[in-house]
């Protein structure tokens, strides 16, 4: 409906602010062969692909964009999915738009895109996606939200593949503290092997 390439831009500066970040690997539709990462509304193979591939990758979070209007019921699809599988942030991100042109055109109409597409997600996945500050990219309110974003899905990755040592029995105190051992395992998926340490 508006200018493509310049969503097709955007989204491209976008990845390359991220890319930046040494300690993430950024995935994007691109990965199941999407072009240029970006998919439109109404493609369910491409939608269902990008799910496939994400759940294989086993992601730590997921950021969703809205280039433009009318893609909220693919972004649902894909928020639930994911989040029902791993139970990982589900986030949005939205830039503000361009100015209108001198003609009077659009270059992009993702700030409502992004209104009936939270209310989507929200409806599907039960619960409200997180969300990034309304802020331009690579600004210092974007660099803060990015920030936090990784740290939260460093502690997701770690917490996957933590292994704790207990050695002999703990105290009453310890269970009541910190929680009854076999409740962690059914609730983060914790995995107990016992070890003859002798």
Not at 177 to 184: A, K, R, V, W
């Amino acid at each position: 409906v508006f200018q493509e390439e310049y969503g097709k831009g955007r989204f491209a500066e976008l990845l390359a602010e991220i890319g930046k970040d040494t300690r993430a690997k950024i995935l994007t539709p691109a990965a199941v062969g999407v072009p240029d990462g970006i998919i439109y509304a109404g493609e369910l193979d491409q939608i269902q692909n990008t799910i496939n591939c994400f759940l294989g990758e086993k992601i730590d979070g997921l950021i969703i964009i809205p280039i433009n209007y009318g893609d909220e019921e693919s972004a649902a699809r894909l928020a639930t999915e994911i989040y029902r599988a791993l139970r990982i942030p589900v986030y949005t991100y939205v830039w503000p738009d361009a100015p209108i042109e001198s003609d009077g055109r659009r270059l992009s109409d993702n700030e409502c895109g992004i209104l009936p597409m939270r209310q989507h997600m929200r409806v599907v996945m039960g619960k409200n996606p997180g969300y990034f500050p309304f802020c331009d990219i690579g600004s210092e309110k974007f660099c803060g939200a990015w920030e936090n974003f990784i740290r939260i899905c460093s502690g997701i990755c770690t917490m996957r593949n933590i292994r704790l040592l207990e050695l002999g029995a703990a105290e009453t105190t310890f269970y009541e503290i910190e929680g009854e051992p076999d409740d962690l395992r059914r609730r983060f998926g914790f995995r107990s092997e016992s070890q003859d340490i002798w």
